[in-house]
């Protein structure tokens, strides 16, 4: 008895189940037991069993007065033969055969005042084929075809015991004790074990049975099953520890999650049962405010997984997959980890004994894989509800079955000596398969919508996940429903040993025995109670009570923190390759990749719930299918393939077969759909078909582990890829193509059309270049040279800079760095205003301050022009020159001060803090639909011109730039305010004045430099499809803020000027008067000017001819002077008013002097379009800084903008980007040439007064006029007073 009770607890202890342990991980355990009790040496469970020792219990025995007692009783050299079990009916017998031990012992008696002793025992059982012991449960009491009690119907055993007594001991002693003892230990412990087993059988038992069977039948049945058999009721008090009352689903899930609490009062059991009922709703009226949460029916994320998942792959093309990779085996094995999947300790202290067990999962396998109806892993059912669902059982493969190989180590350790006593290794499979299964729960995720996606790292997710995940979190998830369903058991659960023994063979044995006897009697009702079980509120509240502790919100892992603890554990670097992709996968993706190309046409439909794509112009793409055929035409085709002597390195390749007579076709992608952007819209099949030829190419591959855990989650797919590469060196490639292959264009209604040759028919030297750079990057060199440029293009975009304090204060940076406000920014030109205004009432409080340097009484005294005193001041208080002005002089003052004030200010805001010129780019069809347009392709300011100048390697064309534009502005600024302010140089105010009305009109030499680099670079390029691609420069704020402070400054000047009027002779032009030979001298520069003009307007003046890759595209022009400013319609106004107005304007004064009608008009025309005139100006820039800087100026700005392929395309091609050659044409070149000469001359009569001085002593009419108008000096004022 002692054995057998000892024997049993240590069978049972793994098996029980502590506090909170899960029921899933306490049948795990069970199992793990039975697999490790389960298994090989010669018969390596029956050697284990033998060499076991372990320790009963004290045996005590009474008789004739005589009290015998036997203690430390140690057992060892336990054998069993075999175990034998059968299924008979509704029950199963167990028969050992082989019993034997060896048990040794001391013992000692004493009685009757005299009699007493000690000695040795030794008790043997020897093992022999009649040593056996049986036991056979069966099922009785039955009803709807259920048994509803157990019953012992046979308990006997024959074990051939001896018993062996010896030390100082009285013969009479012995005889009395030895036959007692050992028929006690024959005949009545094996009758009381009966007894009990009978009596455990009829009660507990078969209570445990009526429970059972009550959670197996559907509710009802079970309730009229069990008031007709009497069994509902409770136990008594006083049951084992292992009894559970389950009267539902519910308390059984609560029992197996909570352990049993039959000590519990009904009444707290039925408020814990109010509460559970209540909980879900409680949950829904604390979520009933949902602010700030992600709304997953609108989240863009889920709904690209959600059409991706459900609509574009769907469980058919899934499973079309699994098929190919698993080259249509049923059954798909997986290895299983080194690392144990369980370790456990069992200790039995009554034994003496401590159990080790180890748990290993050596490989799992899954059958039917290839047979998924119906994936969908996650789908929004409400703002905050998602749902999971999954379905195996196909026509093809109805059944769907799941099978493990473990390996379990168990050692028996002797726990007072801590010593090993024996060890042993047991390999077992376990399988089971179900028809149809199906999986689907359903719950409530609220996650804050200002952490989601979020920006956490890899890192933290590896450090912290629980703690990173649940940070999103508003509250824990809460499951609301799962319904799992299958038809019923394809094939039932099985137990195979893989370790070779009698033992292990007979317990298999006995196990599927077991199994086999379970789906006898409750195999027909297994499905609906799996069903009835997943979807039981009891365990639905138990899962949420556990989510609510386990994943309720917490505080994610700083991202320094994380990174460095994974800088402890982790090397920086990694490279060894064949445990990553040569491992038991590497068949599963070969299989899929043979698979795929075997099928030589594949499909992909149901497109149209696709979320927009964001796209130039608002567009709008919708897909119909993705279509792959002539598939069958590659071979060897193999992706990341590790190589045997470099484990770093991996390897691609593929092979695409030529069409032949029997196979005319090449493998060909397609994609059918339409595309409408802005006004261009496509409908038709796109399709390329690839060339011929072999591709084969070794990479060298590192990856930085410590860059991949900081990577941002979540990252693009392109980023994700290449940014934690380390090192990817190409060290092979073998490329041979027959040809480019071919792009089709099949629109739906027309023609179709072939865009490469398209291509090539247009730019032949394009086709060219492109052919010699598929050459390069064919070869090693040139492919990892196309790598690195392109790995660092996208690492740049992947890199998050921090803003720069220019940026955060919300300042732009044009192409090479210059920072600018954005012209829309209604605060620059709100402020400029004050400014000007400021500034203008600044200079006008001048001019009345200027009148205290000589106080006098007489209030027009010493005012004349040539007074020492400002002119502001002079203006201010009127001269007699006052009436050419209107007669107001305070306004006068006034618009003079504010003309000046705007145009320092605008010259300011020109040059340092607005965009000056943007270079862009569209592409649009003949008929007019623009398809993509971009006018900020590169942008710069009034500095980043002067730099692209320099970088282009002409810096005499950057100093003359700024020298043109800045310099000589702000010096003609100064000498206005020198002359308006002051009263320095007096006598010399109108040679100052002309020469800063000479400065001052240098700034519009900007207009030849733009418009002619706009004329040059504005090329409209034909391309295939109908479509132009179109470049363009277009002037910014800054150009026109320029030109706005260089006519304020212009007319301030002017203005001065009016204000000191010069001397006229006699005969003047404008007076009707002239000499002959002036006025000749006019009229046929007047001819001459107008011809000039009209030869460089509408004949060619320049001829300009793009190199390089820009080159095979734009063929070299011819260009007029009609051809400036067309891509900027602002530009060509300003061309035509300053080239072509302004000159005319000279000829409308030279007729108006000539009559002699109106002189003092025919001299403000003269002086105005001398002032804004751009001939000379013009024809200076043209040839004096333009032929020479445009070429530096576009190449450069090329190639800063596009580097890194040009670089390449210098390495490759022995060709930049763009270069660009300008040079003169004679025609326009001697027009505009001779326009010039003629304008000047009539500058220089009209306004210099060239051929027209006084002779000596000579006075004018207006002189005499001045001079009898002259004021008194203040001495006479004095003398009148």
């Known amino acids: 008895r002692p054995i057998i009770l000892d024997v049993a607890r240590a069978s049972v202890a793994p098996c029980r189940v502590e506090g909170m342990t899960s029921f899933p991980r306490m049948l795990a355990r069970c199992m793990l037991f039975a697999a490790a009790m389960a298994a090989s040496f010669d018969d390596p469970l029956a050697q284990w069993l033998d060499s076991l020792k372990f320790s009963l219990q004290d045996v005590t025995q009474e008789k004739a007065g005589i009290t015998f007692k036997v203690s430390n009783l140690v057992c060892q050299n336990l054998q069993l033969s075999d175990i034998k079990s059968a299924v008979e009916d509704v029950g199963m017998s167990i028969t050992l055969e082989g019993i034997g031990i060896v048990c040794n012992g001391h013992f000692d008696y004493h009685g009757l005042a005299i009699v007493s002793g000690s000695g040795d025992l030794q008790a043997v059982v020897k093992s022999s084929p009649s040593s056996t012991a049986t036991v056979a449960l069966h099922g009785t009491n039955m009803a709807q075809n259920l048994p509803w009690a157990v019953e012992a119907t046979s308990c006997d055993a024959n074990l051939d015991l001896k018993l062996t007594l010896s030390g100082s001991i009285i013969y009479d002693v012995i005889n009395i004790f030895k036959t007692p003892v050992s028929a006690l230990i024959k005949h009545q412990a094996i009758a009381q074990a009966c007894t009990q087993l009978k009596t455990m059988a009829a009660g507990q038992l078969s209570q445990k049975l009526a429970d059972f069977n009550r959670l197996m039948l559907p509710s009802d049945d079970g309730e009229l099953l069990l008031k007709s058999t009497g069994l509902a009721a409770k136990p008594e008090a006083g049951a084992p520890w292992f009894h559970v009352d389950m009267e539902s689903f519910e308390d059984f899930v609560e029992d197996v999650a909570n352990g049993d609490h039959g000590d519990r009062p009904k009444a707290e059991e039925n408020d814990a049962g109010s509460q559970g009922n209540l909980f879900l709703a409680e949950r829904r009226l604390k979520a009933v405010s949902k602010d700030g949460t992600v709304d997953w029916t609108h989240d863009e994320t889920l709904k690209w997984i959600s059409w991706l998942v459900d609509d574009v792959i769907g469980p058919e093309r899934l499973d079309q997959a699994v098929s190919w990779a698993v080259k249509g085996n049923e059954t798909v094995i997986i290895p299983g980890p080194a690392n144990p999947l369980m370790t456990t300790t069992v200790k039995q202290p009554d034994a003496g004994l401590e159990l080790r067990v ?593 970088l282009g390697g002409s810096l005499y064309c950057q100093i003359l730039w700024f020298f043109m534009s800045l310099v000589s502005a702000l010096t003609c600024h100064a000498i206005l305010l020198l002359v308006w302010l002051t009263p320095f140089l007096a006598s010399h105010r109108r040679k100052l004045l002309m020469a800063a009305l000479v400065l001052g009109r240098f700034a519009l030499s900007e207009a030849e430099t733009t418009g002619n680099t706009a004329m040059v670079l504005g090329n409209a390029v034909p391309m295939p499809l109908g479509m132009v691609q179109k470049m363009s420069l277009g002037l910014e704020a800054g150009a026109y803020t320029s030109w706005f402070a260089t006519a304020c400054t212009v007319f301030a000047n002017l203005l001065l000027l009016k204000i000191l009027p010069r001397p006229v002779a006699p005969k003047e032009w404008a007076s009707g008067e002239a000499p002959r030979f002036i006025t000749i001298v006019q009229a046929v520069n007047s001819v001459m000017m107008v011809a000039g003009i009209c030869v460089w307007y509408f004949c060619d003046f320049m001829h300009a001819e793009t190199g390089g890759i820009a080159g095979a595209l734009i063929p070299p022009a011819n260009y007029s002077g009609s051809g400036l400013g067309k891509s900027d319609l602002g530009l060509h106004i300003f061309i035509i008013l300053t080239a072509g107005v302004c000159p005319l304007m000279h000829i409308v004064a030279f007729v108006l002097g000539w009559t002699g009608k109106a002189p003092k008009v025919a001299r403000g025309l003269a002086a105005v379009a001398t002032s804004f005139c751009l001939l000379d100006l013009f024809t200076i820039g043209y040839l004096a800084t333009f032929l020479e800087g445009v070429n530096g100026f576009a190449s450069s700005a090329v190639h800063d903008f596009a580097k890194p392929l040009c670089e390449l395309s210098q390495e490759a091609l022995g060709k930049d980007c763009l270069t660009m050659t300008a040079s003169v044409v004679p025609l326009g070149t001697v027009g505009l040439l001779v326009a010039t000469a003629a304008w000047s001359a009539l500058a220089a009569v009209q306004v210099l007064g060239f051929g027209q001085k006084r002779m000596a002593g000579e006075v004018t009419p207006l002189q005499a006029e001045l001079r009898a108008a002259e004021p008194p000096s203040f001495q006479e004022c004095d003398a009148r007073a």
């Open 358 to 950: 180890t748990a290993f999962l050596k490989s799992a396998s899954i059958e039917g894989a290839d047979g998924m109806s119906d994936f969908s892993p996650v789908a929004a059912v409400g703002p905050n509800d998602l749902r999971f669902k999954v379905s195996w059982g196909t026509a093809k493969r109805p059944a769907f079955g799941l099978g493990v190989d473990v390996k379990v180590q168990v050692e028996a350790v002797d726990l007072s000596s801590g010593k090993s006593q024996a060890a042993m290794e047991q390999e077992m499979s376990l399988h089971l398969a179900v028809l149809s299964p199906s999986l689907e729960v359903q719950g409530e995720v609220q996650v804050l919508a200002r952490e989601w996606p979020g920006t956490r790292s890899l890192a933290q997710l590896m450090v912290a996940p629980k703690q990173c995940l649940t940070s999103m979190l508003k509250q824990a998830p809460l499951l609301k429903s799962v319904q799992m369903k299958f038809q019923q058991l394809a094939a039932p659960l099985s137990f195979v040993t893989r370790t070779q023994g009698a033992l292990e063979n007979a317990l298999a044995n006995l196990l599927n025995n077991g199994v086999g006897l379970f789906n006898q009697v409750y195999q027909p009702l297994l499905p609906g109670a799996i069903q009835r079980f997943a979807g039981s509120q009891k365990l639905i509240q138990t899962v949420n009570n556990q989510l609510s502790q386990q994943m309720k919100p917490q505080t994610c892992i700083d991202p320094a923190l994380a990174s460095q603890q994974v800088r402890n554990v982790f090397p920086q670097y990694y490279g060894d390759w064949p445990p990553v992709f040569g491992n038991w996968a590497r068949q599963l993706i070969d299989n899929f990749f043979d698979g795929f190309i075997a099928s030589n046409t594949s499909v992909l439909e149901d497109f149209g719930a696709m979320p927009k794509v964001p796209l130039p112009l608002d567009g709008k793409v919708a897909l119909r299918q993705l279509i792959a055929t002539g598939l069958d035409q590659v071979s060897q085709l193999r992706v990341a393939l590790p190589t045997a002597d470099h484990p770093s390195w991996l390897e691609n390749k593929a092979v695409a077969k030529c069409p032949t007579d029997q196979a005319p076709w090449r493998p060909t992608f397609a994609v059918n759909g339409s595309l409408v952007a802005g006004n261009f819209g496509g409908d038709g099949l796109v399709s390329l078909e690839m060339p011929c030829g072999t591709l084969d190419a070794e990479v060298d591959v590192v990856v930085d582990f410590w860059h991949l855990m900081d990577l941002q989650i979540p990252p693009t797919m392109t980023c994700a890829m290449m940014s934690p590469l380390a090192k990817l060196d190409i060290k092979k490639v073998n490329a041979t193509w027959g040809g480019s292959g071919r792009v089709k264009v099949q629109p739906k209604d027309g023609p179709a059309q072939y865009p490469v040759d398209q291509m090539c028919t247009l730019h032949p030297d394009a086709c060219k270049l492109a052919d010699e750079m598929r050459e390069f990057v064919s070869s090693t060199e040139g492919a990892t040279r196309l790598y690195h440029m392109a790995r660092d293009k996208v690492l740049s975009k992947c890199t998050s800079p921090q803003l720069s304090a220019e940026q955060e204060e919300g300042l732009q940076k044009d192409q090479l760095g210059y920072t600018y406000v954005e012209p829309d920014d209604y605060k620059v030109w709100l402020g400029s205003a004050v400014v000007i205004l400021a500034l203008a009432a600044t200079y006008t409080f001048a001019a009345t301050l200027g009148r205290l340097v000589k106080p006098d009484t007489c209030e027009s005294a010493d005012l004349s022009p040539t007074s020492s005193l400002p002119l502001a001041t002079i203006c201010w208080y009127g001269t007699p020159a006052s009436r050419s002005v209107g007669g107001i002089p305070k306004i006068s003052t006034f618009v003079a001060s504010t003309l000046m004030a705007a145009g320092l200010v605008a010259r300011i805001l020109a040059c340092f803090w607005l965009p000056f010129a943007s270079a862009g780019v569209s592409l649009e069809q003949k008929t007019g639909g623009t398809i993509f347009k971009d006018e900020t392709l590169l942008q710069y300011t009034f500095f980043g011109i002067g730099e692209q100048f320099y």
